[in-house]
């Protein structure tokens, strides 16, 4: 039909944290909610929103091994609705959740979690050092870029006791056969990207999360990204184009 | 995080019918293919692929009656993957689909639909009339907005007998709470709208249909559209903000 139409933009607002809250308002039951993530090509996936509330028995194996090797005060990076963090301290773990989704964040300390509401970057004072750093679900995705990543990493250090350990879930973007990844790949090295950096928002109804970049790094990229910081990789736990990367502070 | 990214627009093709397909391949299973609408106040919603493969089971009450009242040769106008159309047929109608999706137009035919691969405004030649032209699915929303209905109802008029009757599935927009349709339903007053004219596109991966018209209305203004049309009201079936509408055809 080809309507003349100018579409408006979304509303910018917490997108992540309102799916979330219909989700848990709605039991946290699979099919009911989900969330949009459009990336910076057009391209659109669906989430089902209750991932986010799934249990162990729900986490791909490298992830329920990761929150096994936790040891001493842990703190738990981009911790959603709380699903590994409420797990971790449900075993008696010392665990507190960094979470800037102010929506995220109140779901999580609602089910019993202690968030910090702050990113990973801007962590507020008094935090104090972790033993034990956790990015699970895709996590180490908020290293963002290769020019952010140094950042980043600095300020998970600062956040690590002297022989800290991070424990980070990643996805291998060679490890696809998808169309749509491979071109999106091609068009990032053209603008001079690390093939896996992703932009991306979530959109909710009518509103939007502000665009982010999210890094999806093979071992090696990683291991390269890790050259100059304070933080070495010592093992690669893997399921499927999945992993676990165990890196070890450098004190 | 607030990138500056200046994203791609999706592009142009047959996203509905790429859904339906990915559907079809995967088993037309609940929870494993999902349609984005996206509205042009930027409001995304997601639909399960899965209710446009559903058998009368899985159908409102009204669609069921609606089937019920068919007689002679029938039209089922936007058919989609066939889900009304082959339980027609099923049935012992001599039932013809008409689809302008290329992609949900085949699978229909896949599943043993006859199908003319065309617009409602465009249907080609040769077609003949029918007694019973069906618009179910919400396709009383083909009539696009007060300006395109004349169009669309005279088009359907010249597929009609003289004594043809057409069921049409629509919703009534007054019948919302939700705040987001509300607000969409103000701005499309401003901007000179019936309130339940929805801009609208599929979004599927990196694909979109073109935006189209797709228009919600009260009976009384469904009325008040066909009052220089070949057509007259004479009833309605509801089912909460549902509702079948009868039209005869003033031959």
Chains 1, 2 share one sequence.
Request: glycine share 12%.
């Amino acid at each position: 039909m080809g309507m003349t139409t100018d579409p408006r933009e979304p509303v910018p607002g917490d997108a992540f944290g309102a799916v979330l809250r219909r989700c848990w308002a709605s039991g946290a039951r699979p099919g009911t909610v989900f969330a949009v993530l459009e990336r910076d090509d057009g391209r659109v996936d669906v989430e089902d929103a209750a991932r986010y509330f799934a249990g162990p028995d729900g986490w791909i194996p490298t992830e329920r091994w990761a929150c096994a090797q936790a040891v001493g005060r842990v703190l738990d990076v981009g911790c959603g609705a709380g699903r590994h963090l409420l797990a971790l301290s449900g075993a008696g773990h010392d665990a507190v959740g960094l979470e800037p989704s102010a929506g995220a964040a109140a779901i999580a300390r609602e089910r019993g979690g202690e968030v910090v509401q702050a990113t990973v970057t801007q962590p507020g004072i008094g935090l104090g050092a972790f033993d034990t750093i956790m990015m699970l679900g895709n996590n180490l995705g908020l290293l963002g870029s290769r020019e952010r990543a140094p950042e980043v990493l600095a300020s998970l250090a600062a956040l690590a006791a002297p022989w800290a350990r991070l424990l980070g879930c990643g996805m291998d973007p060679y490890r696809t056969a998808d169309d749509g990844h491979l071109a999106y790949h091609a068009w990032n090295i053209e603008r001079g990207r690390l093939p896996g950096q992703a932009t991306l928002r979530v959109r909710d109804g009518a509103m939007a999360t502000e665009w982010f970049d999210y890094l999806f790094l093979s071992p090696d990229e990683l291991a390269r990204l890790l050259e100059d910081s304070p933080w070495s990789l010592s093992g690669v736990e893997w399921e499927g184009a999945s992993y676990v990367a165990v890196l070890d502070h450098a004190a």
